[in-house]
């Protein structure tokens, strides 16, 4: 678990408001769940033989005996919310759009931690193909604003209760006369949950994996002509992707379309997923509610900020807002002015930057220049008296004084330039 250090928060604050500018676009209204549910929300939605519940999930009893469990995940708090509010009375679909900190007992490496974020969409009541595309198209607009290239959507479908069934027997008689070819992860998925194998980055199993039975030459009909549309969706909106039969995502909850976005960069053909997401349409009924086929998908926040500051640092871009302004100040009476004056500046909505604490001129100009500062006020004991005040350009070193009561209009004026 990590501090979010206010040098990272810029890079936070980016991706929430690109998201919620997004959301607001294609109409998804903001919900909040809390970040405790009782714990068999999650095994019951996730699946007891995933990674997820199986060993990442913090439990714990409260003092008045409830067994509850940080939340690792959006999708099953929302369904929950979604049925405890009666929200298929309302007119369908219903779009929701959330973020916040989920908790994994993960092993520490890189791109993954304990505590992390994510923004994350779902779509209630709609089972139309258009929505997966949707979804897809979202995530990818939001990586793009965030000025992300060389982007791949991987994309599955793994079927639903009509064909899935029929598919994992096949599987797991393949599997099964391979048994000693697996890793020791995989020989316990094989009875637990076949279709883990196929994401399995053993290498040991890699072989044994490229000769299995694919789940898109097993999809029923439905599933198949669900499979179909999405794909013309995004070929329709230009988006780029390449299926992928090993995409089985670790949730149980899904069906038909799987989803995953990665940045393809030079270093490491490999990256981790910056977005991951699919349908399931059997999940809210499995929760208690009616039937009602949903659609989603979240990227995680630490992941994108990593990309970001990695490309900044490659770049040598200047990410900060700079704050044109700088008030620098010299003197008691000067000080005592100058914080009178900053006053003035918020309500004018322009960002001054300052250091009241300082004494020196030389290292107020100092911090101005480190600011980016286009120009300095300087406020002396001299114009103090005589109500004025220095605009120094930061850049050429010019320096002319105006009438203290005209410097917000003399400063918007300039800044418009
Ligand atoms: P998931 O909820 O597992 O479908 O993951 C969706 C996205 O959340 C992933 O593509 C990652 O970007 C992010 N994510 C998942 N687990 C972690 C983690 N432990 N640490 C950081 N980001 C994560």
Excluded: W
């Amino acid at each position: 678990m990590h501090d979010i250090l206010p040098g990272e928060q810029p890079f936070f604050q980016k991706v929430y408001t690109t998201a919620s500018n997004i959301a607001n676009f294609y109409g998804f209204k903001r919900i909040d769940t809390p970040m405790v549910e009782e714990a068999e929300l999650f095994s019951k939605s996730i699946g007891l033989a995933t990674d997820i519940v199986e060993k990442q999930m913090y439990t714990f009893r409260s003092k008045g005996g409830d067994y509850l469990a940080l939340r690792p995940d959006f999708s099953a708090s929302i369904v929950r919310s979604y049925i405890e509010h009666g929200m298929f009375n309302l007119p369908q679909p219903l779009k929701f759009y959330s973020s916040g900190p989920l908790f994994r007992l993960e092993r520490p490496q890189a791109g993954r931690f304990r505590q992390f974020h994510q923004i994350n969409f779902e779509v209630f009541g709609e089972e139309s193909p258009v929505i997966d595309a949707q979804i897809i198209q979202i995530f990818y607009n939001i990586l793009k604003e965030l000025k992300f290239k060389n982007l791949i959507i991987e994309i599955n479908s793994i079927g639903d209760s009509q064909c899935r069934p029929y598919y994992k027997k096949l599987l797991v008689s393949y599997f099964r006369s391979r048994e000693s070819s697996l890793c020791s992860d995989c020989r316990r998925r094989l009875r637990y949950n076949p279709l883990r194998i196929l994401d399995c980055k053993e290498e040991k199993c890699q072989p044994v994996k490229a000769q299995a039975p694919q789940m898109v030459d097993h999809l029923c009909e439905e599933c198949k002509s669900h499979f179909k549309e999405v794909l013309e969706f995004l070929d329709e909106i230009e988006l780029p992707y390449r299926l992928n039969p090993y995409l089985v995502r670790g949730l149980d909850y899904y069906t038909k379309t799987v989803f995953e976005i990665f940045e393809e960069t030079e270093e490491s053909q490999r990256q981790d997923a910056l977005v991951g997401g699919g349908r399931y349409d059997a999940l809210v009924k499995l929760l208690g509610g009616k039937d009602t086929p949903a659609c989603g998908g979240a990227a995680g926040v630490e992941r994108l900020v990593l990309a970001m500051k990695e490309r900044m640092k490659k770049d040598r871009v200047r990410f900060l807002p700079v704050k044109s302004i700088f008030l620098a100040q010299l003197g008691e009476l000067a000080k005592r002015k100058s914080l009178k004056l900053f006053e003035e500046f918020r309500k004018a909505k322009i960002p001054v930057a300052e250091s009241f604490g300082k004494d020196s001129l030389k290292t107020q100009l100092r911090t101005a220049d480190k600011v980016g500062a286009r120009y300095a006020l300087i406020l002396g004991q001299k114009e103090a008296l005589e109500g004025t005040i220095i605009i120094r350009n930061m850049r050429t070193g010019n320096q002319e004084t105006v009438k203290m009561d005209k410097i917000i209009k003399e400063i918007e004026k300039r800044l418009k330039k």
